[in-house]
């Protein structure tokens, strides 16, 4: 994956990454309300944190890997 294509994603992922928090928020202001959603919600947001974390891993890598070309 070109460094291009890395920033897109991870501008993408940062993009969801932040609604998944807002979702996480929301439903912890709303508490007790709908309660039974908290591991749902949270496994999501977990997961785009993750995969956000790992492509900006993967971008620092392509630039590292660039600059030393």
Do not use: G, N, Y
């Not at 007790?32 to 492509?55: G, N, R, Y």
């Amino acid at each position: 994956m070109s460094i291009e294509e890395l920033q897109t994603k991870v501008k993408k992922l940062s993009m969801r990454s932040t609604e998944a928090k807002m979702a996480l928020h929301d439903l912890s202001e709303e508490l007790p309300t709908d309660w039974e959603k908290i591991p749902e919600v949270a496994e999501h947001t977990f997961a785009v944190f993750k995969e956000l974390t790992e492509a900006r891993r993967a971008l620092k890598a392509a630039k590292k890997a660039a600059a030393e070309a």
